[in-house]
């Protein structure tokens, strides 16, 4: 019986070291993880110039008074609409009146001169010489009197054109000069983008060639015209002045804001792309992707030097092959030759 009872023992350990030799070699086996892929292909697509620009007014103009004073009043601030004729900024008249109520006064007391000696010529009481010097003596007055005039008409300044207000360099109260700049006015119902192109990409930039024209701060795109290419080239950066015009019917395209233009040169060539979610980057910012060894059904890890970006998708421009799998989805769980499905 005791020897019944220690072979009973001695089945039962080596049935349960089995079973745990059974589950340790399962506990090894590797899980496959599931991934989402897509094919790397060639594409064709027209090729486009990309440049980075500057918003601009059609016309910008710096006013400033042609006479100097005190600033009276200022009546826009900076980023309103002004229309043409509109009053800016006027100064202190009253020098400029008194001025000219003494030319009036001049005037009225030469002009009764002459027409008391005129009727002495006239009878041929007056020599020829005593007579042209009063008639030079009212022509001078008369022409003080219309200085004077204008002066005071000066201190006034008006808008020359509708547009906006982009700067104001002066405040009410302060003494300014003649012909200093004050107010900076920009025509901006057609703006222009000023941007810079590569003598080598200048061949391909034609004016009126069309151009798409996005600008970030703002929903949409606007459809430009190219109205000038320089001619001559800038000596530092070798690059030439392109500007892009673009109506701009509500005004909400203002100076200053940056713009993205892309013109299309008319050219088609090919190039294999991937979804742009299949791109990767390390903490070295090195770009690389997943590619699927379908035999093995492993993911190994490749880098790979990227281009341009075509709609929803990037160019790889080394590091992949046409119809080559890479992984879209579910990256962020691989390991450079993981098991895969």
């Not at 506990?27 to 601009?56: C, D, M, Q, W, Y």
């Not at 900024?89 to 030469?110: G, N, R, W």
């Not at 010529?121 to 005593?130: G, P």
Request: proline share 3%.
């Amino acid at each position: 019986m005791a020897r019944n009872e220690f072979c009973l023992i001695i089945i039962t350990l080596l049935i349960t070291g089995s079973c745990r030799s059974a589950n340790k070699q399962s506990g090894t086996e590797e899980t496959a993880i599931p991934v989402v892929t897509s094919r790397a292909a060639k594409v064709l697509f027209g090729n486009e110039i990309s440049l980075s620009g500057n918003i601009e007014g059609k016309r910008t103009v710096r006013l400033g008074f042609l006479v100097a004073g005190k600033i009276e009043s200022i009546t826009a601030e900076e980023g309103q609409l002004v229309a043409k004729g509109q009053l800016l900024s006027s100064l202190d008249p009253t020098s400029y009146s008194i001025a000219k109520e003494i030319a009036d006064a001049q005037v009225s007391q030469v002009q009764d001169e002459y027409d008391r000696l005129k009727v002495m010529y006239d009878r041929n009481s007056l020599s020829e010489s005593d007579f042209t010097k009063i008639s030079l003596g009212l022509q001078q007055a008369k022409a003080q009197q219309k200085l004077h005039a204008k002066n005071l008409s000066d201190t006034k300044l008006y808008v020359p054109f509708n547009g906006v207000l982009l700067k104001k360099l002066a405040e009410v109260g302060e003494i300014t000069g003649t012909g200093l700049p004050l107010f900076v006015v920009s025509d901006i119902r057609t703006v222009k983008v000023t941007a810079f192109i590569p003598e080598n990409e200048l061949q391909h930039i034609k004016l009126g060639q069309k151009a798409n024209v996005r600008i970030s701060s703002l929903s949409g795109s606007y459809t430009g015209k190219v109205t000038e290419v320089g001619s001559a080239a800038d000596p530092a950066s070798r690059s030439f002045t392109v500007r892009i015009e673009v109506d701009n019917p509500g005004l909400l395209i203002r100076p200053g804001m940056i713009a993205e233009v892309t013109v299309s040169t008319g050219q088609q060539s090919s190039s294999l792309v991937v979804p742009m979610e299949a791109v990767q980057h390390d903490p070295a910012n090195l770009s690389y992707v997943y590619v699927i060894d379908s035999a093995k059904q492993r993911a190994f890890r490749r880098n790979v030097s990227l281009g341009k970006i075509i709609n929803d998708r990037i160019e790889i421009t080394s590091g992949l092959a046409e119809n080559e799998i890479v992984v879209t989805g579910g990256q962020q769980r691989l390991v450079d030759g993981v098991k895969i499905k």
